[in-house]
């Protein structure tokens, strides 16, 4: 049972908490995942073209975009990463782990969150079918990887339930 | 655009503009396509971030994307359309822009 939890501590931070140690350890290879961003496959997904077939625009769309989008997203990824410094056992809880952000980090933390199952999905070519796949075998790259991105996902959605709650203007 | 003094034939000036005016007046279609990876939630959440959309018009679209392979989640100005792919990119969602056939 995952009691994993994402929630206002005060006026200035986010806490997670309920981590449990193999979510903590997968968080911690997110700024690794993150480097296979200039892969060619993943390349592709996080800098689609605009356009169906006009060569001209796609190109063009890519010169001018493509470098501040990177840099958004390497930024996130190395906020994200300092952030996790700080992640640490939660002795009151048992073998959970937690960690305290910054408010002002979390559109970072949900796009490095994000881009992380992205790649992952490139990578090992996760299709819709292998998304809703509940049978994960462990010798199975591919599957691990899909184990990944939904649990990822979960601390994901946790985020944009928190944003629902407060507000994306006002708060995060 | 001044097509009179490349042809010197003033019926020119009328077709070159007209033609101009057509290009700015036609809508461009953003489009945004299902991925297996990107949360439900998460696209309702950045289409009522990017486009101002209340939560039921941003989860009818997010349906359409899930269900239907795609959506055209809005349609107008190219500028603005170009804009909103940039924005839609930057959540990392599959999106791009056509002119709009009608």
Known sequence: ?172 | MSPSIETGQPGVIVVGETKAKDELATPWNVIVHNDPINLMSYVTMVFMRVFGYARPRAETLMLEVHNMGRSLVWSGGREQAELYVQQLHSYQLLATMEKSVT
């Open chain 1, 1 to 172: 049972m995952i009691d994993l939890n994402v929630q206002q501590l005060d006026e200035k931070r986010i806490l997670i908490s309920g981590i449990p140690t193999v979510l903590a350890a997968m968080l911690r290879e997110m700024p690794e995942i993150l480097e296979l961003r200039d892969t060619s496959a993943a390349r592709a997904r996080l800098y689609p073209d605009p356009t169906a077939g006009n060569d001209k625009i796609n190109q063009e769309w890519h010169q001018m975009t493509q470098p501040e989008l990177r840099h958004l997203f390497v930024s996130a990824g190395e906020t994200v990463g300092r952030d996790l410094t700080a992640l640490t056992t939660d002795k009151e809880a048992g073998d959970v782990w937690q960690v305290a952000i910054p408010i002002e980090h979390v559109p970072a933390w949900m796009s490095a969150i994000n881009q992380t199952r992205l790649i992952l999905g490139e990578v090992h070519k996760i299709d819709e079918e292998g998304m809703n796949r509940t049978d994960f075998d462990p010798k199975s790259a591919a599957d691990m990887a899909a184990l990944r991105i939904h649990l990822l996902g979960y601390l994901l959605h946790l985020f944009v339930e928190l944003d629902a709650r407060y507000g994306a203007e006002d708060h995060i």
